[in-house]
Protein backbone atom coordinates (compact mmCIF):
# COMPACT_ATOMS: atom_id res chain seq x y z
CA UNK A 1 0.00 0.00 0.00
CA UNK A 2 0.94 3.31 -0.76
CA UNK A 3 1.29 6.30 2.18
CA UNK A 4 1.26 9.99 1.05
CA UNK A 5 2.58 13.26 2.87
CA UNK A 6 2.31 16.18 2.12
CA UNK A 7 4.20 19.44 2.59
CA UNK A 8 4.85 22.98 1.66
CA UNK A 9 1.65 24.62 3.13
CA UNK A 10 2.15 27.67 5.33
CA UNK A 11 0.58 30.79 5.76
CA UNK A 12 0.95 33.14 2.50
CA UNK A 13 -0.49 36.71 0.89
CA UNK A 14 -3.06 37.40 -0.89
CA UNK A 15 -1.96 37.09 -4.13
CA UNK A 16 0.98 34.96 -2.99
CA UNK A 17 2.18 31.12 -4.33
CA UNK A 18 2.88 28.10 -2.89
CA UNK A 19 4.23 24.98 -3.88
CA UNK A 20 2.80 21.66 -2.12
CA UNK A 21 4.35 18.21 -2.43
CA UNK A 22 3.18 14.71 -2.11
CA UNK A 23 5.64 12.44 -1.22
CA UNK A 24 5.05 8.81 -1.85
CA UNK A 25 6.73 5.83 -0.19
CA UNK A 26 5.72 1.62 0.10
CA UNK A 27 5.27 1.67 -3.71
CA UNK A 28 5.23 3.41 -6.70
CA UNK A 29 3.22 5.85 -7.80
CA UNK A 30 3.16 5.34 -10.99
CA UNK A 31 0.09 3.66 -12.14
CA UNK A 32 -1.79 5.59 -10.16
CA UNK A 33 -4.26 8.41 -10.57
CA UNK A 34 -3.37 11.54 -8.39
CA UNK A 35 -5.40 14.48 -6.75
CA UNK A 36 -5.35 17.20 -4.88
CA UNK A 37 -8.36 18.34 -2.64
CA UNK A 38 -9.10 20.91 -0.05
CA UNK A 39 -11.48 21.15 3.02
CA UNK A 40 -12.11 24.44 4.30
CA UNK A 41 -13.30 25.01 8.37
CA UNK A 42 -16.62 23.06 8.33
CA UNK A 43 -17.07 22.61 4.49
CA UNK A 44 -16.83 19.51 2.82
CA UNK A 45 -14.04 18.24 1.19
CA UNK A 46 -13.42 19.66 -2.53
CA UNK A 47 -11.97 18.66 -5.92
CA UNK A 48 -8.91 20.47 -7.01
CA UNK A 49 -6.83 19.05 -9.27
CA UNK A 50 -6.58 15.94 -10.90
CA UNK A 51 -3.79 14.38 -12.97
CA UNK A 52 -3.63 10.81 -15.05
CA UNK A 53 -0.85 8.33 -14.03
CA UNK A 54 1.62 8.87 -16.68
CA UNK A 55 0.67 13.01 -16.43
CA UNK A 56 0.18 13.33 -20.01
CA UNK A 57 -4.23 14.44 -18.42
CA UNK A 58 -4.39 17.17 -16.36
CA UNK A 59 -7.96 18.63 -14.59
CA UNK A 60 -8.73 21.30 -12.07
CA UNK A 61 -11.78 22.51 -10.83
CA UNK A 62 -13.50 26.03 -12.22
CA UNK A 63 -12.18 28.01 -9.12
CA UNK A 64 -8.36 27.34 -9.85
CA UNK A 65 -7.87 27.36 -13.28
CA UNK A 66 -5.32 29.79 -14.81
CA UNK A 67 -3.56 30.20 -11.03
CA UNK A 68 -2.90 26.25 -10.37
CA UNK A 69 -0.85 23.61 -11.77
CA UNK A 70 -0.49 19.96 -10.92
CA UNK A 71 2.53 17.84 -12.38
CA UNK A 72 4.27 14.59 -11.24
CA UNK A 73 8.12 12.83 -10.85
CA UNK A 74 7.20 9.51 -11.37
CA UNK A 75 11.26 8.96 -10.73
CA UNK A 76 11.14 11.21 -7.60
CA UNK A 77 7.59 9.60 -6.32
CA UNK A 78 5.84 12.59 -6.05
CA UNK A 79 3.04 15.10 -7.25
CA UNK A 80 3.19 18.78 -6.69
CA UNK A 81 0.53 21.64 -6.81
CA UNK A 82 1.89 24.88 -8.11
CA UNK A 83 -0.58 27.58 -6.67
CA UNK A 84 -0.27 31.12 -7.63
CA UNK A 85 -2.06 33.86 -7.50
CA UNK A 86 -3.45 32.62 -4.24
CA UNK A 87 -6.82 34.19 -2.28
CA UNK A 88 -7.92 34.16 1.12
CA UNK A 89 -10.73 31.99 -0.45
CA UNK A 90 -7.89 29.11 -0.98
CA UNK A 91 -7.62 29.09 2.77
CA UNK A 92 -8.22 25.24 3.36
CA UNK A 93 -6.19 21.97 3.99
CA UNK A 94 -4.94 20.64 1.20
CA UNK A 95 -5.00 16.79 1.09
CA UNK A 96 -3.41 14.38 -1.75
CA UNK A 97 -4.88 11.39 -2.33
CA UNK A 98 -4.73 8.47 -5.22
CA UNK A 99 -6.82 6.15 -6.79
CA UNK A 100 -6.93 3.74 -9.96
CA UNK A 101 -8.14 4.64 -13.07
CA UNK A 102 -9.22 7.96 -14.87
CA UNK A 103 -13.06 7.95 -14.20
CA UNK A 104 -14.49 9.24 -11.25
CA UNK A 105 -10.66 11.43 -10.98
CA UNK A 106 -12.86 14.10 -9.28
CA UNK A 107 -15.04 12.21 -6.69
CA UNK A 108 -13.46 12.07 -3.20
CA UNK A 109 -14.93 8.48 -2.44
CA UNK A 110 -13.50 7.16 -5.23
CA UNK A 111 -9.58 7.81 -3.71
CA UNK A 112 -8.32 5.00 -2.06
CA UNK A 113 -5.04 6.27 -0.09
CA UNK A 114 -5.05 10.06 1.33
CA UNK A 115 -2.34 11.91 2.80
CA UNK A 116 -2.28 13.80 6.28
CA UNK A 117 -3.21 17.20 4.90
CA UNK A 118 -0.97 20.27 4.73
CA UNK A 119 -2.80 23.81 5.99
CA UNK A 120 -2.69 26.89 3.74
CA UNK A 121 -3.45 29.85 4.69
CA UNK A 122 -3.94 32.75 2.63
CA UNK A 123 -4.57 36.27 4.35
CA UNK A 124 -5.84 39.37 2.81
Known amino acids: QVQLVESGGGPVQDGGSLRLSCAAS????????MGWFRQAPGKERLFVAA????????YYTDAVKGRFTISRDNAKNTVYLQMNSLKPEDTAVYYC?????????????????WGQGTQVTVSS
Open 97 to 113: AAKFGWRTFDQSDQYNV
Open 26 to 33: GRTIGNYV
Open 51 to 58: ISSGGGGT
